[in-house]
Each structure stands twice: as structure tokens, then as C-alpha cells.
């Protein structure tokens, strides 16, 4: 079983930057981050392949950016101009054949 290891989230104002960090113990296909808003569904914020490649959710881009070091297994999520739709519990995701684990969660409070 997989434990993947998040940290970086808290109570930020308005506009403000966050950097969320998640610590796998091997390598995945592709890494990302999800987010879940009270009384609404986990949705995805970005994803990023093994070789670089990037996907992200239409409210976040340009706002936010993923990235990865291979070398550490470890994926990153540098969101700037939060709003306070960006509130939410966000997990990260690990993904490659046959195995599919999230994180525990890390809280991110976007608010004045």
C-alpha cells in the first residue's frame, strides 16, 4: 500500500500563493492534485505526466502550475490569485498501472 505524503495547505487571503507538495515512495505514470468543496464533488485541478506533460481545470489555468521531480518522487502545485472557490480539501492522486492511491488530504481556506 502506498502512502503518499501531502503538505502546504492552510488559510490564505484572497490573492494570495500556497505551494503544495505530495511525497510518494516510487514512481508513478502520472501524479496530480484534486480538490473537493463542501457539498459538491472531487474534481481535478491538474495533473502532470511522467514526462512532463500537463492537464489542468479550466478555473485554474494560469493560476496555477504542476510540476514534478522525478527524482524524488514528489509533484508540486504552485497556485497564485487564489480565490475563494479555490477553498477546499485537496488530495493528491498517484496513478500507473494497475495502482491508483490519494493522499489524505490537505485543506486549503481561501478567505479575508
Known amino acids: 500500500q502506498e502512502q503518499l505524503v501531502e503538505s502546504g495547505g492552510g488559510l490564505v487571503q484572497p490573492g494570495g500563493s500556497l505551494r503544495l507538495s505530495c511525497a510518494a515512495s516510487?514512481?508513478?505514470?502520472?501524479m496530480g492534485w484534486y480538490r473537493q468543496a463542501p457539498g459538491k464533488q472531487r474534481e481535478l485541478v491538474a495533473v502532470?505526466?511522467?514526462?512532463?506533460?500537463?492537464n489542468y481545470a479550466g478555473s485554474v489555468k494560469g493560476r496555477f502550475t504542476i510540476s514534478r521531480d522525478n527524482a524524488q518522487n514528489t509533484v508540486y502545485l504552485q497556485m497564485n490569485s487564489l480565490r475563494p472557490e479555490d477553498t477546499g480539501v485537496y488530495y493528491c492522486?498517484?496513478?500507473?498501472?494497475?495502482?491508483?492511491?490519494w493522499g489524505q488530504g490537505t485543506q486549503v481556506t481561501v478567505s479575508a
Open positions: 516510487k514512481s508513478f505514470f502520472s
Open positions: 492522486n498517484a496513478n500507473g498501472g494497475p495502482w491508483n492511491y
Open positions: 502532470i505526466l511522467i514526462g512532463g506533460d500537463t
